[in-house]
């Protein structure tokens, strides 16, 4: 089993910015994935920011050159900086974990964001 503990959404005026945290423990063996997806209201949750085995990362369209991932492996930790955040950016951001042992897929909790105009 794996856990994942999110943390740092919160209310920011629109061109602030955030921190989120997603810490994991149990399981962590052969990990392909973790990242961060959202879900504002009335639509379905999508990809945001991935970061892959070995370092590679990719972002949706919507916050490249605006959010950032990274890791701490000694942590076993994955960040998500918001910049320039935008009032479209509003959703519950959730942290998802890809486990290639068994093909487990696991999901945080959810953070909500709420980026005001």
């Known amino acids: 089993q794996v856990q994942l503990v999110e943390s740092g959404g919160g209310l920011v005026q629109a061109g602030g910015s955030l921190r989120l945290s997603c810490a994991a423990s149990?399981?962590?063996?052969?990990?392909?994935?973790m990242g961060w997806y959202r879900q504002a209201p009335g639509k379905q949750r999508e990809v945001v920011a991935e970061i892959i085995a070995g370092g590679s990362t990719h972002y949706a369209d919507s916050v490249k050159g605006r959010f950032t991932i990274s890791s701490d492996n000694a942590k076993n930790t994955v960040y998500l900086q918001m910049n320039s955040l935008k009032p479209e950016d509003t959703a519950v951001y959730y942290c998802r974990l890809y486990r290639a042992y068994d093909g487990s897929t696991y999901w945080g909790q959810g953070t909500q964001v709420t980026v005001s105009s």
């Open positions: 149990g399981s962590l063996f052969s990990i392909c994935a």
